[in-house]
């Protein structure tokens, strides 16, 4: 008879299945051995609770908990770190952070660097940043001393939530505790500045880095590329690429996307192409994010066919599209007033089964309004819900101003009243096209009344509102109300246009 395989070599099985993703797999298997009365240990119970913890089976997790009190088994800190690992998969944030509490009161088990990371990962990805940094704080008063891993964790999350004064103080904390940060530690608050500006600290930053001998590299070196790339500061981005360089730092593909797609919202498109053609004899192939990112750049200087020749390279380089090249495509061609080639890429788009997003309708809906064809964008809104891709208040606006420019006030105004209905708070450019509308029919009191409800409804007036509602007066011959907002306008620190200062000259004068 053929002697039965050792509990050893089922668990070793059973970990190799998991290692796979094979979780329901490693479940039947741990069920079968069960049935057929296979000696389990600890170990095998571990591996259970976890598999059953990745599947979203806590309940089941703590089901086999109760196995290990009647086999005469203890539970050991595996065992509680998975438990809490899958109540925080669970969503059960809560529970978890009681069971971690629960653990070092009753002293049920020595938390290991593993559950601390755990607990600090579950509760910085559930936005509870704070109870995360109050346990950090706890942990001084006992003998747990959580690594450098958790200390990311919490200080990322804590830039991430715009908290970096935090984040810095509790680096200065991580230090004086003889724990020394890594390059994650310090890249981590390096964006967590630049997203705030900061590029003052940001330099200090770096500064104390060099003297704590690290390093900036690559990905801290992207982090400043692409932060002063998104303020505009292109010549700031260029000369830390250069620093780049001088360190024989290489450079990698998203370096050389963020300058593609920087210089190309800027407009200097040649240089951009610059960038792009340099890669390949860098050792680096184009991405589609870099592909995407210089189609749009050649969108906007309205060089459409030389994008449309880019587009048409993506497959020929090895490249899938997405979404996102699509829907940039299909931005330029409305803008060139290129509707038939336009609605032709969208359906190529379907027929490559790429699912257009919220933001592929409205540059389609918007597209197809600004040529003033807005009995197709309305087919295609239609379209839109029927696939299940919700409208959001741009895609109404979109119509709304599509109406409006149609001269089709009746119909954009019942549109506008149905947003409530709908789950949606028209936004102030929403607003302002409706007054505008109203004032330019006539309609002076209906829009001083909507005035007053946007403002009651939070959406303060701008520049482009003041400038409309004055214009409307004046085209009503309300000079002494226009006079009232203009006064108004010029408190709140706005101008107005080059038509507003021709409309009041034309009538003070003429």
């Known amino acids: 008879m053929r002697p039965q395989p050792r509990v050893v070599d089922f668990n070793k099985l059973l970990t190799s299945i998991v290692k796979m993703k094979k979780y329901a797999v490693a479940h039947n298997l741990f069920d079968e051995m069960r049935q057929l009365d296979i000696p389990i240990d600890q170990v095998t119970m571990n591996i259970a609770i976890n598999c059953y913890c990745l599947l979203n089976r806590v309940d089941l997790g703590f089901a086999i908990l109760g196995s290990f009190f009647k086999r005469g088994y203890e539970p050991d800190v595996t065992t509680f770190s998975t438990l809490i690992k899958g109540l925080f998969l669970d969503d059960k944030v809560m529970?978890?952070?009681?069971?971690?509490?629960?653990?070092?009161?009753?002293?049920?088990?020595?938390?290991?660097?593993?559950?601390?990371?755990?607990?600090?990962?579950?509760?910085?990805?559930?936005?509870?940043?704070?109870t995360a940094y109050d346990l950090l704080g706890l942990f001084e008063k006992t003998s747990f001393k959580p690594n450098v891993y958790s200390y990311n964790t919490v200080i990322d999350s804590l830039c991430k939530d715009r908290r970096v004064d935090e984040a810095l103080q509790l680096l200065a904390k991580m230090i004086d505790k003889g724990i020394s940060p890594d390059i994650v530690t310090y890249a981590s608050i390096v964006q967590g500045l630049c997203n705030l500006g900061r590029w003052k600290d940001v330099k200090d930053l770096i500064h104390e880095m060099v003297d704590h001998k690290i390093y900036l590299d690559v990905i801290t070196f992207n982090i400043l590329v692409d932060a002063f790339c998104k303020e505009g500061l292109v010549k700031e981005a260029e000369d830390v690429v250069e620093i780049m360089m001088q360190?024989?730092?290489?450079?990698?593909?998203?370096?050389y996307t963020t300058l593609i797609d920087v210089y190309s919202l800027v407009g200097q498109i040649d240089k951009a192409r610059q960038v792009f053609d340099s890669m390949p004899g860098k050792g680096l192939k184009p991405s589609i994010i870099s592909y995407s990112s210089l189609i749009n750049g050649y969108c906007k200087k309205g060089r459409v066919d030389e994008a449309w020749g880019l587009f048409l390279e993506v497959p020929r380089k090895g490249l899938d599209y997405d979404v996102v090249t699509y829907t940039t495509m299909l931005q330029g061609l409305f803008c060139a007033g290129r509707c038939a080639d336009g609605l032709k890429l969208f359906k190529d788009m379907h027929a490559r089964q790429l699912i257009p997003d919220v933001m592929t309708y409205n540059t389609l809906l918007n597209g197809l309004c600004m040529n003033k064809q807005i009995d197709e964008a309305f087919s295609f809104l239609h379209i839109m819900?029927?696939?299940?891709?919700?409208?959001?208040?741009?895609?109404?606006?979109?119509?709304?101003?599509?109406?409006?420019?149609?001269?089709?006030?009746?119909?954009?105004?019942?549109?506008?009243?149905?947003?409530?209905?709908?789950?949606?708070?028209?936004?102030?450019q929403l607003y302002t096209t409706i007054i505008g509308s109203l004032y330019q029919e006539g309609h002076i009191e209906e829009a001083r009344c909507l005035l007053v409800e946007m403002e009651k409804s939070g959406c303060?007036?701008?520049?482009?509102?003041?400038?409309?509602?004055?214009?409307?007066?004046?085209?009503?011959?309300?000079?002494?109300?226009?006079?009232?907002?203009?006064?108004?306008?010029?408190?709140?620190?706005?101008?107005?246009?080059?038509?507003?200062?021709?409309?009041?000259?034309?009538?003070?004068?003429?």
């Not at 360190?247 to 370096?255: E, K, Q, Y």
């Open 460 to 510: 303060t007036p701008d520049s482009v509102t003041y400038n409309v509602c004055i214009q409307g007066l004046l085209k009503g011959k309300l000079l002494g109300e226009a006079k009232t907002f203009l006064d108004e306008m010029y408190r709140q620190g706005f101008s107005p246009d080059a038509t507003t200062v021709s409309m009041l000259l034309h009538q003070v004068f003429l």
């Open 247 to 255: 360190r024989n730092i290489s450079l990698d593909v998203v370096t």
């Open 385 to 428: 819900e029927e696939q299940g891709v919700y409208p959001n208040v741009i895609t109404y606006s979109t119509l709304i101003h599509g109406l409006c420019k149609d001269g089709k006030l009746e119909i954009a105004r019942d549109l506008f009243n149905k947003l409530p209905s709908k789950g949606l708070q028209p936004n102030i």
């Open 95 to 130: 529970e978890a952070e009681r069971l971690f509490k629960k653990l070092l009161t009753l002293k049920l088990c020595e938390p290991n660097e593993v559950t601390i990371l755990t607990v600090m990962n579950g509760l910085c990805k559930a936005g509870h940043t704070l």
